[in-house]
């Protein structure tokens, strides 16, 4: 098994990156169409040129300011292990760590994700709370 991992600090509040990471709303303006299923806690997530690609997270977590955990239930990461965002207060602001353990191979699909996580993240999620405008799917690099 192996597993996605990154980190970044963010010039931000760790209630501005929770509210960014759990708030479907936020999602859209740096990861991509996000539509809440409440009240029982899934997000279905669109992909694709005319957002015909679903995939759906359950919140399994969430510690207000300190932690979002999802699940994918539907699409291409159903057999794969939690999405873990982990916040933690520094001096400019938030060190943000995401993982995304439990993938079988570090296979082509596996380093694409790996790509474009680090972009959502490093660019677009980043720029978002920084600037005020990220760059959510579609308007992401083709990688």
């Known amino acids: 098994m192996t597993s996605i991992l990154h980190k970044i600090e963010i010039e931000r509040s760790?209630?501005?990156?929770f509210k960014a990471l759990s708030d479907p709303a936020s999602l859209t303006c740096w990861w991509t169409q996000a539509q809440a299923d409440n009240p029982d806690q899934k997000?279905?997530?669109?992909?694709?040129?005319?957002?015909?690609?679903?995939?759906?997270?359950?919140?399994d977590e969430q510690l207000p300011d300190k932690k979002v955990v999802w699940?994918?239930?539907?699409?291409?990461?159903?057999?794969?292990?939690?999405?873990?965002?982990?916040?933690?207060?520094?001096?400019?602001g938030t060190a943000l760590r995401f993982a995304h353990h439990g993938w079988p191979a570090a296979d082509d699909f596996f380093m694409h994700c790996n790509s474009k996580w680090g972009f959502f993240l490093v660019v677009s999620l980043k720029s978002y709370l920084e600037t005020g405008t990220g760059q959510p799917h579609p308007a992401d690099p083709a990688i």
């Open 14 to 17: 760790p209630e501005e990156v």
């Open 71 to 92: 699940q994918c239930i539907e699409g291409p990461w159903a057999e794969t292990g939690n999405f873990v965002f982990d916040l933690e207060p520094i001096d400019c």
């Open 43 to 59: 997000i279905a997530f669109r992909f694709g040129p005319e957002g015909d690609h679903i995939v759906r997270m359950q919140v």
